[in-house]
C-alpha cells in the first residue's frame, strides 16, 4: 500500500509543477510569430506595426498589426493594414485586410 500511495503522491506534485517561460523564451516566440505573419502577407515591403497583442492561453493567440503596400497594379502601390492572427501552439498565421483602422 506504502508504495502505491507514495507514487501517487509523487504524480500529483510532478502535475502541479508550473513550467515558467523564460524571457528568452518569448522572445523566441515573438520572433516565430513575427516570420510567420510577415511570410503570410499579402502585401508588399511589409512591417509590423507596434507590438503583440497576447490573448491567453485559453485562446491561444497573438495578434499583429501588419502595413506595407499593396502590390497588384490597380491599387497603385496604395499603403494597406493586414491584421495577422498567430496561433501558438500550431504555429500557423492567418491574415486579413485590416484598412479600416484609423491611423493617427
Given at each position: 500500500m506504502k508504495p502505491a500511495l507514495l507514487l501517487l503522491a509523487s504524480l500529483a506534485l510532478g502535475i502541479t509543477q508550473a513550467q515558467a517561460s523564460t524571457p528568452q523564451s518569448w522572445k523566441q516566440l515573438d520572433k516565430t510569430a513575427q516570420a510567420a505573419c510577415l511570410k503570410a502577407s499579402q502585401?508588399?515591403?511589409?512591417?509590423?506595426?507596434?507590438?503583440?497583442?497576447?490573448f491567453a492561453d485559453t485562446v491561444g493567440y497573438d495578434a499583429l498589426l501588419l502595413e506595407g503596400r499593396y502590390p497588384q497594379k490597380h491599387m497603385n502601390n496604395r499603403r494597406g493594414t493586414e491584421l495577422c492572427l498567430f496561433h501558438r501552439q500550431s504555429g500557423q498565421a492567418s491574415v486579413t485586410e485590416w484598412d479600416s483602422i484609423e491611423r493617427r
Open positions: 502585401l508588399k515591403d511589409v512591417k509590423t506595426i507596434g507590438n503583440s497583442a497576447r
